[in-house]
Protein backbone atom coordinates (compact mmCIF):
# COMPACT_ATOMS: atom_id res chain seq x y z
CA UNK A 1 0.00 0.00 0.00
CA UNK A 2 1.35 3.21 -0.75
CA UNK A 3 1.40 5.58 2.45
CA UNK A 4 -0.90 8.60 2.16
CA UNK A 5 0.05 9.20 6.12
CA UNK A 6 1.09 12.37 6.71
CA UNK A 7 -1.99 14.35 4.74
CA UNK A 8 -4.00 12.47 6.39
CA UNK A 9 -2.23 12.92 10.16
CA UNK A 10 -1.67 16.79 9.39
CA UNK A 11 -5.54 16.96 9.05
CA UNK A 12 -6.39 15.52 12.27
CA UNK A 13 -4.09 17.76 13.99
CA UNK A 14 -5.24 20.79 12.37
CA UNK A 15 -8.77 20.53 13.43
CA UNK A 16 -7.55 22.54 16.45
CA UNK A 17 -6.99 25.78 14.55
CA UNK A 18 -5.81 27.58 18.49
CA UNK A 19 -3.61 24.13 19.10
CA UNK A 20 -1.57 24.54 15.63
CA UNK A 21 -1.44 28.33 15.70
CA UNK A 22 0.08 28.08 19.54
CA UNK A 23 2.45 25.30 17.92
CA UNK A 24 3.63 27.37 15.38
CA UNK A 25 4.22 30.07 17.43
CA UNK A 26 6.08 28.37 20.24
CA UNK A 27 8.51 26.69 17.47
CA UNK A 28 9.01 30.11 15.92
CA UNK A 29 9.75 31.73 19.57
CA UNK A 30 12.57 29.10 19.89
CA UNK A 31 13.75 29.25 16.39
CA UNK A 32 14.04 33.64 16.44
CA UNK A 33 16.23 32.19 19.93
CA UNK A 34 18.16 29.76 18.02
CA UNK A 35 18.78 33.24 15.85
CA UNK A 36 20.19 35.50 18.54
CA UNK A 37 21.85 32.64 20.07
CA UNK A 38 24.00 31.98 16.64
CA UNK A 39 24.55 35.52 15.62
CA UNK A 40 25.76 36.66 19.30
CA UNK A 41 29.00 34.85 17.88
CA UNK A 42 30.69 36.16 14.93
CA UNK A 43 32.46 32.77 14.19
CA UNK A 44 29.20 31.24 13.78
CA UNK A 45 29.06 30.54 10.37
CA UNK A 46 33.01 29.03 10.69
CA UNK A 47 31.81 26.77 13.25
CA UNK A 48 28.95 25.44 10.77
CA UNK A 49 31.86 24.81 7.97
CA UNK A 50 34.24 23.14 10.66
CA UNK A 51 31.52 20.88 11.91
CA UNK A 52 30.18 19.98 8.48
CA UNK A 53 33.73 19.04 7.32
CA UNK A 54 34.63 17.10 10.59
CA UNK A 55 31.70 14.53 10.10
CA UNK A 56 32.81 14.42 6.37
CA UNK A 57 35.44 12.96 7.47
CA UNK A 58 33.97 10.73 9.74
CA UNK A 59 31.95 9.50 7.11
CA UNK A 60 34.09 9.09 4.50
CA UNK A 61 36.36 6.86 7.62
CA UNK A 62 33.38 5.46 9.62
CA UNK A 63 35.23 2.15 9.13
CA UNK A 64 38.21 3.04 10.99
CA UNK A 65 36.64 5.58 13.25
CA UNK A 66 34.34 2.36 14.84
CA UNK A 67 37.31 0.14 14.93
CA UNK A 68 39.61 2.80 16.79
CA UNK A 69 36.69 3.72 19.12
CA UNK A 70 36.02 -0.22 19.78
CA UNK A 71 39.62 -0.82 21.10
CA UNK A 72 39.90 2.50 23.07
CA UNK A 73 36.43 2.12 24.83
CA UNK A 74 37.24 -1.53 25.68
CA UNK A 75 40.56 -0.49 26.70
CA UNK A 76 38.42 1.69 29.36
CA UNK A 77 36.28 -0.88 30.69
CA UNK A 78 33.79 -0.57 28.66
CA UNK A 79 31.83 -3.83 26.71
CA UNK A 80 31.16 -2.78 23.65
CA UNK A 81 28.43 -4.70 21.41
CA UNK A 82 27.57 -4.49 17.73
CA UNK A 83 23.86 -4.26 16.36
CA UNK A 84 22.95 -4.62 12.77
CA UNK A 85 19.33 -3.64 13.47
CA UNK A 86 16.65 -2.45 15.97
CA UNK A 87 15.92 -5.90 17.09
CA UNK A 88 19.40 -7.19 17.47
CA UNK A 89 19.88 -4.04 20.06
CA UNK A 90 16.61 -4.83 21.64
CA UNK A 91 17.85 -8.17 22.31
CA UNK A 92 21.35 -7.16 23.42
CA UNK A 93 19.36 -4.61 26.42
CA UNK A 94 17.60 -7.30 26.92
CA UNK A 95 20.13 -10.19 27.12
CA UNK A 96 21.93 -8.02 29.60
CA UNK A 97 19.20 -7.53 31.97
CA UNK A 98 18.07 -10.79 32.28
CA UNK A 99 21.83 -12.31 32.80
CA UNK A 100 21.60 -9.46 35.77
CA UNK A 101 18.05 -10.39 36.96
CA UNK A 102 16.81 -7.30 36.40
CA UNK A 103 13.17 -6.56 35.79
CA UNK A 104 13.22 -2.49 35.93
CA UNK A 105 15.25 0.23 33.81
CA UNK A 106 15.46 4.16 34.05
CA UNK A 107 15.92 5.84 30.58
CA UNK A 108 17.42 9.15 30.13
CA UNK A 109 15.70 10.59 26.32
CA UNK A 110 17.03 8.45 23.36
CA UNK A 111 15.91 8.94 20.14
CA UNK A 112 17.64 5.51 18.97
CA UNK A 113 15.28 3.43 21.26
CA UNK A 114 12.52 5.11 20.05
CA UNK A 115 13.70 4.32 16.48
CA UNK A 116 14.22 0.58 17.80
CA UNK A 117 10.91 0.59 19.67
CA UNK A 118 12.92 -0.71 22.58
CA UNK A 119 10.27 0.59 25.07
CA UNK A 120 7.47 -1.64 23.99
CA UNK A 121 9.90 -4.75 23.42
CA UNK A 122 10.90 -4.55 27.20
CA UNK A 123 7.85 -3.90 28.80
CA UNK A 124 6.26 -7.18 26.63
CA UNK A 125 9.34 -9.07 27.94
CA UNK A 126 8.58 -8.13 31.80
CA UNK A 127 11.09 -5.07 32.02
CA UNK A 128 9.73 -1.31 33.70
CA UNK A 129 11.18 1.51 31.84
CA UNK A 130 10.94 5.09 33.10
CA UNK A 131 11.64 7.26 30.92
CA UNK A 132 13.42 10.41 33.07
CA UNK A 133 13.92 13.15 30.60
CA UNK A 134 10.48 15.08 31.76
CA UNK A 135 9.12 15.66 28.63
CA UNK A 136 9.47 12.23 27.77
CA UNK A 137 7.94 11.05 30.88
CA UNK A 138 5.35 13.16 29.89
CA UNK A 139 4.56 11.60 26.94
CA UNK A 140 5.12 8.21 28.60
CA UNK A 141 2.22 8.72 30.78
CA UNK A 142 0.15 10.23 27.91
CA UNK A 143 1.20 6.63 26.28
CA UNK A 144 2.38 8.81 23.07
CA UNK A 145 5.75 8.63 21.09
CA UNK A 146 7.30 12.11 21.67
CA UNK A 147 6.43 14.29 18.51
CA UNK A 148 9.54 16.65 18.63
CA UNK A 149 13.25 15.16 19.39
CA UNK A 150 14.24 17.74 21.50
CA UNK A 151 11.32 18.70 22.94
CA UNK A 152 8.73 15.86 23.12
CA UNK A 153 5.90 16.88 24.48
CA UNK A 154 5.78 20.24 22.34
CA UNK A 155 2.33 19.45 21.09
CA UNK A 156 0.83 19.28 25.19
CA UNK A 157 -0.26 22.41 26.92
CA UNK A 158 0.53 22.49 30.36
CA UNK A 159 -3.32 22.08 31.56
CA UNK A 160 -3.01 18.60 29.65
CA UNK A 161 0.30 17.72 31.74
CA UNK A 162 -1.47 19.04 34.91
CA UNK A 163 -3.77 16.33 34.20
CA UNK A 164 -1.95 13.48 33.43
CA UNK A 165 -0.04 14.30 36.75
CA UNK A 166 -3.53 14.55 38.05
CA UNK A 167 -4.04 11.21 36.77
CA UNK A 168 -1.06 9.38 37.20
CA UNK A 169 0.98 10.91 40.30
CA UNK A 170 -1.44 12.02 42.40
CA UNK A 171 -1.18 16.43 42.01
CA UNK A 172 -4.43 18.06 43.17
CA UNK A 173 -6.89 18.55 40.30
CA UNK A 174 -6.65 21.45 37.96
CA UNK A 175 -2.78 22.27 38.80
CA UNK A 176 -1.14 23.36 36.03
CA UNK A 177 1.42 25.56 37.22
CA UNK A 178 4.88 24.77 36.12
CA UNK A 179 6.65 25.16 38.99
CA UNK A 180 4.73 22.95 40.87
CA UNK A 181 4.25 19.95 37.89
CA UNK A 182 7.98 20.01 37.91
CA UNK A 183 8.16 19.58 41.72
CA UNK A 184 6.11 16.71 41.22
CA UNK A 185 8.37 15.04 38.90
CA UNK A 186 11.39 15.90 40.32
CA UNK A 187 10.15 13.91 43.64
CA UNK A 188 8.61 11.05 41.26
CA UNK A 189 12.02 10.24 39.82
CA UNK A 190 14.16 11.07 42.50
CA UNK A 191 12.34 7.77 43.87
CA UNK A 192 12.99 6.29 40.40
CA UNK A 193 16.70 7.05 40.22
CA UNK A 194 17.80 5.43 43.29
CA UNK A 195 15.73 2.10 43.07
CA UNK A 196 16.33 1.05 39.45
CA UNK A 197 19.87 -0.86 38.92
CA UNK A 198 19.86 -0.63 35.53
CA UNK A 199 20.70 2.80 33.82
CA UNK A 200 20.03 3.39 29.65
CA UNK A 201 21.51 6.47 27.72
CA UNK A 202 21.84 7.76 24.38
CA UNK A 203 24.85 9.05 23.38
CA UNK A 204 25.32 12.39 21.37
CA UNK A 205 29.51 12.58 20.31
CA UNK A 206 31.62 9.35 21.33
CA UNK A 207 35.26 10.04 20.41
CA UNK A 208 37.33 7.28 18.32
CA UNK A 209 40.83 8.93 19.90
CA UNK A 210 39.47 8.33 23.87
CA UNK A 211 36.85 5.64 23.48
CA UNK A 212 34.63 8.03 25.73
CA UNK A 213 31.31 9.22 24.77
CA UNK A 214 29.53 12.23 26.03
CA UNK A 215 25.52 12.70 26.69
CA UNK A 216 24.15 15.97 26.88
CA UNK A 217 20.74 17.01 29.32
CA UNK A 218 19.38 19.83 30.32
CA UNK A 219 18.12 18.00 33.29
CA UNK A 220 21.18 15.78 34.21
CA UNK A 221 18.85 12.86 33.88
CA UNK A 222 21.44 10.73 32.24
CA UNK A 223 23.90 11.15 35.26
CA UNK A 224 21.19 10.55 37.92
CA UNK A 225 20.37 7.47 36.38
CA UNK A 226 23.76 6.46 35.19
CA UNK A 227 25.81 7.13 38.39
CA UNK A 228 23.31 5.17 40.57
CA UNK A 229 22.73 1.99 38.51
CA UNK A 230 24.64 -1.44 38.67
CA UNK A 231 24.63 -0.91 35.07
CA UNK A 232 24.97 1.58 32.56
CA UNK A 233 23.91 0.29 28.61
CA UNK A 234 24.54 3.32 26.32
CA UNK A 235 22.86 3.03 22.68
CA UNK A 236 24.59 4.82 19.41
CA UNK A 237 23.75 5.07 16.45
CA UNK A 238 27.08 4.52 14.42
CA UNK A 239 27.65 7.86 12.73
CA UNK A 240 27.71 9.28 16.38
CA UNK A 241 31.60 9.05 15.82
CA UNK A 242 33.81 12.50 16.15
CA UNK A 243 37.50 11.63 15.58
CA UNK A 244 39.17 13.55 18.04
CA UNK A 245 38.11 14.91 21.82
CA UNK A 246 39.00 18.68 20.91
CA UNK A 247 36.58 18.31 17.95
CA UNK A 248 34.10 18.19 21.12
CA UNK A 249 33.82 22.06 21.06
CA UNK A 250 32.39 22.54 17.86
CA UNK A 251 29.65 20.26 18.55
CA UNK A 252 29.00 21.48 21.87
CA UNK A 253 29.02 25.28 20.98
CA UNK A 254 26.88 25.10 17.93
CA UNK A 255 24.07 21.98 19.53
CA UNK A 256 22.22 23.62 21.82
CA UNK A 257 22.21 27.13 20.35
CA UNK A 258 20.68 25.84 17.29
CA UNK A 259 18.37 23.65 19.60
CA UNK A 260 16.80 25.98 22.21
CA UNK A 261 19.21 28.74 21.58
CA UNK A 262 20.71 28.27 25.14
CA UNK A 263 24.93 29.28 24.56
CA UNK A 264 25.40 25.54 26.24
CA UNK A 265 23.67 22.30 27.41
CA UNK A 266 23.29 22.36 30.95
CA UNK A 267 24.87 18.70 31.60
CA UNK A 268 27.12 17.20 28.72
CA UNK A 269 28.41 14.78 30.86
CA UNK A 270 31.65 12.56 29.84
CA UNK A 271 31.62 8.67 30.42
CA UNK A 272 34.94 6.98 29.75
CA UNK A 273 34.75 3.80 32.15
CA UNK A 274 32.40 2.45 34.67
CA UNK A 275 32.82 3.00 38.08
CA UNK A 276 34.56 0.72 40.58
CA UNK A 277 31.67 -2.23 40.62
CA UNK A 278 29.35 -0.98 37.78
CA UNK A 279 29.08 -2.33 34.39
CA UNK A 280 28.80 -0.15 31.15
CA UNK A 281 27.81 -1.20 27.79
CA UNK A 282 27.67 0.72 24.98
CA UNK A 283 26.16 -0.79 21.84
CA UNK A 284 26.95 0.38 17.70
CA UNK A 285 24.06 0.48 15.88
CA UNK A 286 23.74 0.15 12.17
CA UNK A 287 19.93 0.10 11.53
CA UNK A 288 20.12 1.17 7.93
CA UNK A 289 22.83 3.74 8.70
CA UNK A 290 25.58 2.10 6.26
CA UNK A 291 23.04 1.68 3.43
CA UNK A 292 22.14 5.43 3.71
CA UNK A 293 25.89 6.20 4.07
CA UNK A 294 25.79 4.06 0.48
CA UNK A 295 23.53 6.58 -0.95
CA UNK A 296 25.30 9.11 -2.53
CA UNK A 297 22.54 11.61 -2.34
CA UNK A 298 21.59 11.04 1.01
CA UNK A 299 24.87 10.06 2.83
CA UNK A 300 25.40 13.91 4.64
CA UNK A 301 22.05 13.48 6.44
CA UNK A 302 23.96 11.03 8.46
CA UNK A 303 25.85 14.06 10.00
CA UNK A 304 22.98 15.04 11.94
CA UNK A 305 23.11 16.23 15.42
CA UNK A 306 19.51 15.96 16.22
CA UNK A 307 19.20 19.64 17.61
CA UNK A 308 15.95 20.06 15.96
CA UNK A 309 16.50 23.25 14.50
CA UNK A 310 15.24 21.84 11.20
CA UNK A 311 11.90 21.25 12.67
CA UNK A 312 11.18 24.31 14.90
CA UNK A 313 11.77 26.87 11.46
CA UNK A 314 9.90 24.01 9.14
CA UNK A 315 6.48 25.53 8.61
CA UNK A 316 4.98 22.15 7.48
CA UNK A 317 5.81 20.96 10.62
CA UNK A 318 4.80 23.69 12.71
CA UNK A 319 1.64 23.51 11.66
CA UNK A 320 1.22 19.66 11.06
CA UNK A 321 2.82 18.53 14.45
CA UNK A 322 4.96 15.63 15.39
CA UNK A 323 2.95 12.98 15.02
CA UNK A 324 1.87 13.34 12.05
CA UNK A 325 5.38 11.96 10.48
CA UNK A 326 4.72 8.58 12.19
CA UNK A 327 8.03 7.99 13.01
CA UNK A 328 10.35 8.18 15.31
CA UNK A 329 12.16 11.22 13.89
CA UNK A 330 9.88 14.19 12.76
CA UNK A 331 10.11 16.98 10.87
CA UNK A 332 12.66 17.58 7.69
CA UNK A 333 15.44 15.55 8.61
CA UNK A 334 13.09 12.84 9.88
CA UNK A 335 11.65 12.60 6.13
CA UNK A 336 14.84 12.09 4.20
CA UNK A 337 15.87 9.51 7.12
CA UNK A 338 12.54 7.43 7.09
CA UNK A 339 12.69 6.24 3.38
CA UNK A 340 16.22 4.81 4.20
CA UNK A 341 15.10 2.46 6.18
CA UNK A 342 11.25 2.01 4.24
CA UNK A 343 10.33 3.74 1.08
CA UNK A 344 6.84 2.52 0.64
CA UNK A 345 6.23 2.50 4.63
CA UNK A 346 7.93 6.58 4.51
CA UNK A 347 6.66 7.49 0.64
CA UNK A 348 4.50 10.37 1.94
CA UNK A 349 7.22 12.34 4.11
CA UNK A 350 9.64 13.97 1.69
CA UNK A 351 6.78 15.65 0.15
CA UNK A 352 5.72 16.97 3.35
CA UNK A 353 7.79 19.92 2.54
CA UNK A 354 7.30 23.64 0.88
CA UNK A 355 11.26 23.35 -0.55
CA UNK A 356 11.58 26.58 0.96
CA UNK A 357 15.22 26.06 2.08
CA UNK A 358 14.79 26.82 5.82
CA UNK A 359 15.72 24.06 7.04
CA UNK A 360 18.93 23.81 5.14
CA UNK A 361 19.69 27.63 6.29
CA UNK A 362 19.46 26.97 9.88
CA UNK A 363 21.39 23.28 10.08
CA UNK A 364 24.37 23.67 12.25
CA UNK A 365 26.39 21.13 10.31
CA UNK A 366 25.10 21.92 6.72
CA UNK A 367 23.20 19.07 5.87
CA UNK A 368 21.69 19.95 2.16
CA UNK A 369 18.18 19.00 4.05
CA UNK A 370 15.70 20.36 1.03
CA UNK A 371 17.68 19.12 -1.93
CA UNK A 372 17.59 15.64 -0.28
CA UNK A 373 13.82 16.06 0.14
CA UNK A 374 13.57 16.88 -3.58
CA UNK A 375 16.03 14.50 -4.62
CA UNK A 376 14.39 11.92 -2.49
CA UNK A 377 10.56 12.83 -4.46
CA UNK A 378 12.61 11.59 -7.73
CA UNK A 379 13.37 8.10 -6.59
CA UNK A 380 10.33 7.71 -4.67
CA UNK A 381 8.12 8.40 -8.09
CA UNK A 382 11.03 6.56 -9.93
CA UNK A 383 10.50 3.69 -7.43
CA UNK A 384 6.68 3.39 -8.05
CA UNK A 385 6.21 4.53 -4.46
CA UNK A 386 3.39 7.29 -4.93
CA UNK A 387 0.20 6.76 -4.74
CA UNK A 388 -2.08 5.76 -7.95
CA UNK A 389 -3.79 9.70 -8.21
CA UNK A 390 0.05 11.18 -7.74
CA UNK A 391 1.14 8.70 -9.98
CA UNK A 392 -1.60 8.84 -13.14
CA UNK A 393 -1.63 13.56 -11.88
CA UNK A 394 2.31 13.22 -12.67
CA UNK A 395 1.81 11.60 -16.01
CA UNK A 396 -0.81 14.06 -17.07
CA UNK A 397 1.64 16.71 -16.27
CA UNK A 398 4.26 15.59 -18.31
CA UNK A 399 2.23 14.56 -21.23
CA UNK A 400 1.07 18.21 -21.04
CA UNK A 401 4.52 20.25 -19.85
CA UNK A 402 6.32 18.21 -22.52
CA UNK A 403 4.95 19.94 -25.54
CA UNK A 404 4.30 23.36 -25.94
CA UNK A 405 1.11 23.42 -27.84
CA UNK A 406 -0.56 20.75 -25.27
CA UNK A 407 0.79 23.15 -22.40
CA UNK A 408 -1.10 26.27 -23.81
CA UNK A 409 -4.17 24.94 -24.69
CA UNK A 410 -4.28 23.79 -21.41
CA UNK A 411 -3.75 26.48 -20.11
CA UNK A 412 -6.74 28.25 -22.54
CA UNK A 413 -9.11 25.03 -20.96
CA UNK A 414 -7.95 25.62 -17.03
CA UNK A 415 -8.61 29.51 -17.72
CA UNK A 416 -12.13 28.76 -19.19
CA UNK A 417 -12.98 26.80 -16.87
CA UNK A 418 -12.30 28.73 -13.81
CA UNK A 419 -14.06 32.09 -15.32
CA UNK A 420 -17.32 30.06 -16.74
CA UNK A 421 -17.81 26.79 -14.56
CA UNK A 422 -15.61 27.37 -11.37
CA UNK A 423 -17.85 24.41 -9.83
CA UNK A 424 -15.96 21.86 -11.99
CA UNK A 425 -12.77 22.97 -9.97
CA UNK A 426 -13.78 24.13 -6.66
CA UNK A 427 -15.80 21.01 -5.03
CA UNK A 428 -15.09 18.35 -2.77
CA UNK A 429 -13.33 16.01 -4.81
CA UNK A 430 -10.37 18.53 -5.92
CA UNK A 431 -8.25 18.08 -2.64
CA UNK A 432 -7.05 21.78 -3.11
CA UNK A 433 -10.50 23.10 -2.01
CA UNK A 434 -10.48 21.81 0.65
CA UNK A 435 -8.84 24.86 2.88
CA UNK A 436 -9.07 27.46 -0.50
CA UNK A 437 -11.15 28.49 -4.12
CA UNK A 438 -9.02 28.22 -6.65
CA UNK A 439 -7.76 31.91 -7.64
CA UNK A 440 -9.48 33.81 -10.32
CA UNK A 441 -8.41 33.53 -13.17
CA UNK A 442 -5.90 36.05 -15.75
CA UNK A 443 -7.67 37.30 -18.76
CA UNK A 444 -4.71 35.77 -20.64
CA UNK A 445 -1.67 33.59 -20.32
CA UNK A 446 2.15 35.37 -19.66
CA UNK A 447 3.36 34.28 -23.39
CA UNK A 448 -0.19 36.23 -24.41
CA UNK A 449 0.67 39.34 -22.26
CA UNK A 450 4.26 39.59 -23.21
CA UNK A 451 3.43 39.64 -27.34
CA UNK A 452 1.45 42.26 -26.90
CA UNK A 453 3.55 44.36 -24.44
CA UNK A 454 7.10 43.53 -25.19
S1 LIG B 1 19.27 18.02 10.19
FE1 LIG B 1 20.51 19.70 10.95
S2 LIG B 1 18.97 21.11 11.81
FE2 LIG B 1 17.92 19.15 11.57
S3 LIG B 1 18.15 18.12 13.53
FE3 LIG B 1 19.87 17.45 12.25
S4 LIG B 1 21.53 18.85 12.75
FE4 LIG B 1 19.67 19.80 13.49
Known amino acids: MNSIKHPELSTIFNEDEERVNWHDDTLWWIRAKRDKAAHGISEWEILRETASQIKDNVLSNLHQYLIDFEAKAQANGIVVHWAANAEEHNKIVLSLLQKKDIHQMVKSKSMLTEECHLNEYLEKNGIDVIDSDLGERIVQLAKEPPSHIVLPCIHKKKEEIGQLFHEHLGTEFGISDPQILTETARLHLRETFLTRRSALTGVNFAIAETGEFVVCTNEGNADMGAHLADIHIASMGIEKLIPKKKHLSVFLRLLTRSATGQPITTYSSHFKKPRKGQEMHIILVDNGRTVQLG ?40 AILAPNLDMKEYADLPFASTLCGSCTNVCPVKIDIHDQLYKWRQVIVKEGNTTAAKT ?54 FSEWFKKNK
Open 392 to 445: MAMKVMDFTLSSPTRYKLAGKIGRWTIKHAPFTVNNKLNLWFKNREMPEAPKES
Open 295 to 334: RADFRNSLKCIRCGACMNTCPVYRRSGGHSYHNAIAGPIG
